[in-house]
């Protein structure tokens, strides 16, 4: 008989590197961070390739969890309670294509069954090649799954009752995933969250980034997110090129990305707005605090479709004015009033004067506006994890360490 009193662990993995600048995993470190903070014993596992990868005590015994280091606090906001349990990637694993030096292949057939099966009650991925490993050892699972995909899943993996359920983030992904196989009584539409710290007030540092950022009497405009054509970067220069006398400022993307639009601008001779790159998000939020206005500028087409407002949940919390476009995954927000101003998707004329209204009758207010502040109370990242669980059979549910 198995002595299930050692397993205590709810398993989050990610099959990249941290950190990193990219959303999907901001949002998954902050889905694991939630889970901690709601008392559960919880765990972020993902890949290490650095320095530490050739030490042979990591590969000898390199299920460790342990406190998350500030650097990773700091990246992603993250609390107390989560620890992390890095896996040794040594060379030559995803130097060569191969599947027995694929990471992958090394999760699912040795990490997985030999050293963190023994203590794991519950996991919890985007990464589909680890769920199904985890369910042929007698793991219970819970999916998530955020982008549009052709391949069908496989039915012994998500008939099986160890499958407790899948979570997407809009109904055209729901939709796409039962197309696919997955049986529609498990899969769920959840929007992401938003990190509670963004809720915080921090008047002096915003006070410092109007200080950093703008001249006298000047207005700030702040993006945040990737930087892409289909997030409407191109459309904000050029909002920007219409309104010489209001300050823009874009906060993400990687260095390549910035150097791009950087030099965009340049040759546009659009002088007033900056990239600021990726913002480590325990000062994001200051920022967001300091703009008299928060632009979410998507532009139409497929990505529209199923798109995760990530960013629009911290938007909310920082208690600032939004103009935002109108898009499909954003419907449901249309009948509210917390995007102060909608407008037509690809249109910078339109996205300008949407701007100059809001400007004119929303004054930046040092506290926020408290409407949106107690709007966004419900879509934390903590009330998300608590509805995943809900769907969790008790006696498949992680230790309590509370």
């Known amino acids: ?78 609390h107390d309670k989560l620890k992390i349990a890095p896996l040794a990637m040594p060379w030559p694993i995803d130097h060569f294509r191969s599947k027995f030096t694929d990471s992958n292949t090394i999760v699912s057939k040795y990490y997985l069954p030999f050293h963190i099966l023994p203590t794991t009650k519950l996991v919890h991925s985007r990464n589909w090649n680890f769920v199904k490993a985890a369910i042929k050892n007698g793991v219970p699972a819970i999916y998530e799954h955020h982008h549009h995909e052709d391949k069908p899943f496989e039915p012994e993996i998500v008939t099986n009752p160890l499958l407790q359920i899948a979570v997407t983030v809009v109904d055209t992904i729901r939709e796409s995933m039962i197309k696919n196989g997955m049986p529609p009584e498990k899969v ?76 965009l601008v340049k040759e546009k001779q659009v002088h007033n707005i900056k990239f600021l790159g990726y913002v480590l998000h325990n000062e994001l939020a200051s920022l967001l605090q300091a703009a008299d206005v928060l632009a979410h500028p998507h532009c139409s087409g497929k990505a529209a479709t199923f798109t995760s407002p990530l960013k629009l949940f911290d938007y909310f919390a920082s208690g600032t004015p939004i103009v935002a476009t109108k898009i499909p995954s954003l419907v449901e927000f249309q009948d509210t009033q917390f995007i102060t101003a909608w407008c037509e998707p690809d249109n910078p004329r339109k996205f300008a004067e949407s701007l100059k209204r809001v400007l004119e009758t929303h004054p930046r207010k040092v506290e926020g506006y408290p409407d949106k502040i107690e709007f966004i109370k419900q879509f934390s990242w903590e009330n998300r994890a ?4 809900s769907y969790v059979d008790e006696s498949l549910l992680p230790q309590l360490i509370l």
């Open 1 to 78: 008989m198995k002595n299930t009193t050692l397993k205590k662990h709810y398993i989050f993995f990610i099959g990249e590197e941290l950190p990193q600048p990219k959303a999907h995993l901001v949002q998954s470190t902050n889905a694991a961070n939630a889970a901690a903070n709601l008392g559960y014993s919880t765990v972020l596992v993902y890949p290490d390739k650095g320095a530490k990868a050739i030490n042979l005590a990591n590969l000898a015994r390199p299920f460790q969890p342990r406190q998350t280091p500030i650097e990773l606090i700091k990246y992603y906001n993250l």
């Open 188 to 263: 769920i539409k959840l929007h992401n969250g938003f990190n509670r710290l963004f809720m915080q007030r921090q008047p002096e540092k915003a006070a410092e980034w109007r200080q950093k950022l703008l001249q006298e009497s000047q207005k700030l405009v702040v993006y945040a997110g990737a930087l892409q054509q289909f997030k409407g970067i191109d459309v904000l220069i050029d909002v920007a090129n219409e309104m010489p006398n209001v300050q823009f400022a874009c906060a993400g993307g990687k260095p390549a990305e910035v150097e791009y639009y950087q030099q």
């Open 386 to 389: 608590a509805k995943i669980l």
